[in-house]
């Protein structure tokens, strides 16, 4: 079974300050990994995923993660971020073996103060 | 091209009342997905549809909740009795195919509260 750890409940941050939402993973079999955010009362839009090849995925919004398969991590980052990116930020796993099913995080809230 | 819809947005019902939810996946998605949001946490499956088998529904606590999706597209999924413990953010998503692979596109979710 997979799982995931997610290391920051709540990420203040300063407009266009650099960001960093930290993303580990357990699991025996080899992982899909997703980022998705949640604006306030919407559902949850993807960000990036990785699936394979690169380690470094760019998604949308100028986010982009490392998949780093030693440390089991898939960091978000962002170098400058708005106050628009005020929203809740979700990782999740998943694999072709095993369950077939995401498992997220519990969330990190991203709050970017003017 | 139209997202999940999801109805209603806000539901508040007295314990042991019965509800339902309604999903309204994207056009030409075959996977169907309920999960249950609480409060400060990530989406838990409750159940996946391949069209309009059930495949996965080892979540779902089958003594109360029940779902159905009709002719693989359109999915209901209904509480009853609903309990205090019920309330949180149920979220409708598709996907094209593959769960763990294939992005799954949400729904806005219908936030249930149970006085």
């Known amino acids: 079974a997979q799982s995931v750890t997610q290391l920051d409940s709540q990420v203040p941050v300063f407009e266009e300050a650099p960001v960093e939402l930290r993303c580990n993973y357990s699991?025996?079999?080899?992982?899909?990994l997703f980022w998705y955010v949640q604006y306030p009362n919407q559902g949850l839009q993807l960000l990036l995923k990785?699936?394979?090849?690169?380690?470094l995925v760019k998604g949308i919004n100028g986010f982009e993660a490392e998949f780093n398969k030693s440390q089991t991590s898939f960091h978000l980052r962002k170098p400058s971020v708005h106050i628009s990116d005020t929203a809740e930020y979700f990782c999740a796993v998943g694999s072709f073996q095993g369950a077939q099913k995401l498992v997220f995080g519990q969330g990190t809230r991203l709050t970017i103060n003017p | 091209e139209a997202g999940v819809v999801q109805s209603p947005r806000y539901k508040i019902i007295e314990k042991k009342q019965p509800v339902a939810f309604w999903c309204n996946p994207i056009s030409g998605h075959n996977t169907l997905y309920w999960y249950l949001q609480n409060l400060g946490q990530g989406p838990e499956l409750l159940i996946r549809?391949?069209?309009?088998?059930?495949?996965?529904d080892s979540q779902l606590p089958k003594d109360r909740f029940s779902a159905e999706r009709l002719k693989g597209v359109d999915s209901t999924l209904k509480i009853q009795p609903a309990e205090l413990g019920d309330s949180a953010v149920y979220l409708c998503?598709?996907?094209?195919?593959?769960?763990?692979?294939?992005?799954?596109?949400f729904g806005p979710g219908t936030r249930l509260t149970v006085l």
């Open positions: 549809y391949e069209n309009e088998e059930a495949v996965d």
């Open positions: 998503a598709s996907s094209l195919g593959a769960p763990t692979r294939d992005t799954q596109y």
């Open positions: 699991s025996s079999v080899s992982v899909y």
């Open positions: 990785y699936l394979s090849g690169s380690t």
